[in-house]
């Protein structure tokens, strides 16, 4: 099996699980009980939380852990909106986001608030005066992404910073599922941001928003208010466990981006002797993703190709590719139709060998040709 | 030009005589088991001199380390070069050359080792000329010297240092004995623990828990503060004294408003037996002066009473400011000020005694014999060991 969808998930590193079945077992008791296994478990519990913010080198009182990057998302999003309401009704965001953060704001537009997506040019960025521009009085919050996760392009996040910085009341969140242990995270550019574990060899169902400390945000859930009453519901002990191991697993790794990178290039040169592929990722990118496409060839028939030679890739992003045929990111980027119809995603981990690039390329080339023939 | 040594400055230590060298074996072990998880620095003592030897290692944290170890008075990073004129003098110029702002120095040169032709007087002229002829906006002083460049030849090799930073002093933990130190939970029986180490004592701790009234988070608060404080004092033993039959008992049997003195006595008696057993020569308490009932001159009188062991109070004196202002620096204070029930305020009397007097005290006790409660108690006590390193069975789970 050649695995190349690293960015809709990642196979669980085995002492990840492991953490997860012990922690479980070991550590069953509610932290919130007030008898000595509770105790022991909120007393574990600290340690998780303790190591998480130490890996980000953050308060521990920052790290709110949810199950995953669509609940941070959600959460911080619609968390400002709802805390700040009073102050103003503006958002912006890029028509690039993931579904999460872009579907999330189009809910508060039916429910009052103002949204400005904001283009990306042909590399999938942002125009910082495009923003400027953007800003009103009402603006309380902007969200744009950090790695955007089809075709792998970095948003400037230390610039937004830096405008942002001349409007104190404007809050910042990035959603950083794509570039965690891939690239330095911008913490200390923002005021939240998303992480998810299962992006990471850690498992579905596990995550964090990072809230600055002083920002404020109304909670999704009502409960129980745990997590600093930003998120009610018993505490995913385990689940928080193996997302602390599986960060700092991966974060050992980040030294090594550059070789994921070397693949990426390797990638992309022998991509560009197949007469029939386009390359649509831009040249600086995140070292892990490559987006391509086979005009005239459905993407759909492409993934099926390959999935039959037991090599996984994956049309746009996963978690949309099912609804719609045509990438609205890659419409926002400024591709035709049936360029955006087409987009076939590459994503590489740290598992990932050149062997494997090696076997891709061949087969992708025999099979375009297979496909090409019979359509013929 | 990178920093591979730390040079360690003792003060105080270097009066003690023919002792100095007991202290020093000490200081230099706690120096090397503070510094536990680099294993590849290591700690060199020549000629009554300490050097942490970084192999190449980032300097900041190991510095930040240092300052917290009692015995050390002041550290300065220090780049060893060989006894060659010419290697000291580019060393010097090449660090100085870092220097941005406008700033006096002074040159002082040490010739420990006779054997190097230069004189100090005339190393000092020379490189100081060399630093005036090529950074032009630093300037002589040799009184007042915003940077004062040491240069210390000795015979294993010539070492430059600059900056002073400032080490807590005291005296290394461990060469001042042991003490047992009785810790409730609250914020002044860390501190007291905390002065007392910094005076070069080793401790152990003592706490009385009176379970059902007194939850595990309480024990876990006691178990958290000594990990706190095994940052100086690298592994502690906790004796964990199960107090609920005698504290059920004392109010049971005495009158209640005497329960505090007499609970406090018999606390008192199971220190001292625990002292016996663990070959300890003092016991440790966080009081201080009139704070409480039980912290009156008279009180502490009667409570005394019952053993000849020296009980120290090193808060006696100090005001609950202080005291909180320590435990704050120590982070100790958020774990303290958690609101768990501890022994001493479950079965508090609605007007304890403040004044007891010792007669009337003892009178009182003939009532009703604890000594098998007492026994008891000593018979079952716990010891928990708490490290300074980490929690192998936890961080092996993350």
Known sequence: MIYLDNSATTKPDPSVLDTFNKVSMKFFGNPSSLHSLGAESERFFKKVRQQVAELLTCQEKEVVFTSGGTESNNLAIKGVANYYKKRGNHIITSEVEHPSVYEACKQLENSGFNVTYLPVNNKGIIELNELEQAITKETILVSIMHVNNEIGSIQPIEEIAKILKKHKS????????QSFSKLKIPLKDVDLLSISGHKINGLKGTGFLYVKSGVQIDPLFSGGEQEFNLRSGTEN?????????AMRLALNKLTRANQIDDLKQILIESLQ??????????????????HLSVPGIKPETMIHALAQRDIYVST???????????????????YETEMAKSGIRVSLSYETTKEEIKVFIDVLQEEIEKIQEMLR | MQYDHILIRYGELGLKGKNIRTFLIKLQQNIQQSLITYPDVKVKRTQGRLFVILNGHDPDPIIDICKNIFGIYSLSLAVKVKNDEREIRETVLKMMSKETENKTFKIKAKRANKDFPIRSLELNRSIGGDILKNVPHLKVDVHHPDIEVVIDIRAEGTYILTEIIYGPGGLPVGSSGKSLLMLSGGIDSPVAGYVMMKRGVKLEMIHFHSPPFTSERAKQKVLDLTKKLTKYNYHIKVHLVPFTEAQQLIFKHYPKRYGMTIMRRVMMKISEAICQQENILSITTGESLG??????????????????????????????????????????????IQPYEDCCTVFVPKSPVIKPQRKRVILIEKDYDLTEAIKTAIEETKIIKISHTNDEAIDELL
């Open chain 1, 316 to 334: 746009q992003s996963a978690c949309s590719s099912k609804s719609a045929d045509i990438s609205r990111v890659l419409l926002a980027c400024g």
């Open chain 1, 237 to 245: 002990l385990a689940g928080a466990a193996s997302l602390a191991r």
């Open chain 1, 273 to 290: 002797n197949i007469e029939d592929v386009k390359i649509t990722t831009p040249k600086e990118s995140a070292p892990h993703i490559i």
């Open chain 2, 291 to 336: 704070q409480v009932a039980s912290q009156t001159m008279e009180s502490m009188n009667v409570i005394n009473e019952v053993t000849n062991l020296p009980v120290l109070r090193p808060l006696i004196a100090m005001d609950k400011e202080e005291i909180v202002d320590i435990s704050k620096q120590i982070d100790t204070y958020d774990i303290s």
């Open chain 1, 170 to 177: 404007i809050l910042f969140h990035t959603d950083a599922v």
